[in-house]
């Protein structure tokens, strides 16, 4: 009977002794207001490490027995059907010398039959005692046994020699065929690659002359680009040099100057002229004053409106704040609460775990089934 000794229970049993102690410990920490702190608690995670790797060593520890277990059990197979295979081999050797020295051919009662003249009924009876009844050739049977059999081997040995010619015949045909369809084919790979080397130069060359009258085009189309381009600059420039030479810019009054007629002032020509007699210099700028103090009362409205909405956004934006420090104060006390419920469902899920793992470990079943496995082998 096998049985399965695994030191890694007893370590389970204190890994979970020692994880609940500190469970414990850190609820006696956490619901302590006097030693509750706020933060990160390097302590508790570089316990929750090591305690990680030690599970993660115990499992490996585990994995390790269960690996030399089925290595045995392996083991245990692999004798089985050895032993079974030499049993097996033992017993067609004895089935064997018994077949070689109590069922020989020779004592059968067709050992004439089976062995011939030349077998052992011939050779342990001898031929005075033989009767009618034990004759297996007469004489004048079969006569020209000789003659029949040299024939049969001439014919055939002209029918394999025949058949060897055709044999011969239909591999050189073959062969003939077989060369015949290669040089087609080669002829015909031949053929393609002249093809599509002239169908390449067609290409190249169609391409090259696509090429040359896009070339052409381009420079064409870029000759004419820049000779528009001189024929703009010319009309631009005479036209400049029209408007700098002319009277508006010289600013000639005599050329502004107009005879109204019927006795009236003499009229400017505005046109030709931009200058300002001084009563029009005075009305532009008392008009440019109003509008400088126009400009200035709305300034300062708006500065005054703009002072009014930057405190009510200032109000409006505290009150944001309050609002959100409220909605971040709510989502952390049920992020709290979560994270208890979370814990609370972690050592439910890690106890049950623990009571499937001992359930496993000791099942009356696999015991039973070692101990039948072990009477098996036996």
């Known amino acids: ?11 389970i049993e204190k890994a979970v002794g020692r994880r609940r102690s500190a469970e414990t410990a850190r609820k006696a920490r956490i619901f302590n207001t006097r030693l509750r702190v706020m933060g990160l608690d390097t302590d508790a995670l ?47 050797t004895d ?22 003249l030349k077998g052992a009924f011939r050779i342990t009876i001898p031929e005075a005692e033989l009767g009618p009844a034990s004759m297996q050739l007469f004489q004048g049977e079969d006569v020209g046994e000789e003659e029949r059999r040299r024939e049969q081997m001439k014919n055939a040995e002209r029918d394999l020699r025949a058949q060897k010619e055709a044999n011969e015949r239909r591999r050189m045909g073959d062969k003939h065929r077989e060369m015949l369809v290669s040089k087609e084919l080669a002829y015909q790979d031949l053929r393609g690659v002249q093809l599509l080397s002239q169908e390449e130069e067609c290409k190249k060359a169609a391409r090259v002359a696509l090429d040359d009258c896009n070339q052409a085009l381009a420079a064409e189309r870029a000759e004419n680009l820049k ?28 050329a502004a100057e107009m005879e109204a007629g019927g006795g009236r002032p003499m009229r400017v020509l505005v ?47 505290r009150e944001a704040e309050e609002e959100a420090r409220r909605a971040a ?19 439910e899920q890690q106890a049950r775990q623990e009571h499937l ?16 496995f072990n009477t098996s082998s036996r």
Not at 1 to 11: C, G, I, R
């Open 227 to 254: 000779e528009r381009h001189r024929r703009e600059e010319r009309e631009n420039l005479a036209e400049v040099w029209h408007t700098l030479t002319s009277d508006m810019m010289t600013e000639c009054a005599e």
């Open 271 to 317: 046109d030709k002229w931009k200058g300002m007699r001084p009563e029009q210099l005075s009305a532009i700028h008392r008009e440019r004053e109003g509008q400088r103090l126009e400009r200035q009362r709305q300034r300062d409205a708006e500065k005054a409106q703009n002072t009014a909405w930057e405190r009510q956004l200032l109000k409006l934006s």
């Open 95 to 116: 089935l064997t010398q018994y077949w070689a020295t109590h069922q020989r051919v020779e004592d059968s009662r067709e050992a004439d039959l089976k062995c011939g």
């Open 357 to 372: 793992n001992k359930t496993l470990y000791t099942n009356k079943p696999t015991k039973d089934y070692f101990y039948q």
């Open 46 to 92: 570089n316990q929750q490490v090591q305690e990680k790797k030690h599970l993660q060593n115990m499992e490996v520890q585990r994995g390790k027995a269960y690996d030399k277990l089925r290595e045995h059990h392996d083991e245990a197979l692999l004798q089985q059907e050895v032993n079974e295979r030499e049993k097996r081999a033992a017993l067609n």
């Open 329 to 347: 104060e709510l989502r952390r006390e049920r992020r709290i609460q979560t994270d208890l419920d979370n814990m609370q469902l972690a050592r």
């Open 1 to 11: 009977m096998y049985k399965l000794d695994l030191p890694v229970d007893q370590s």
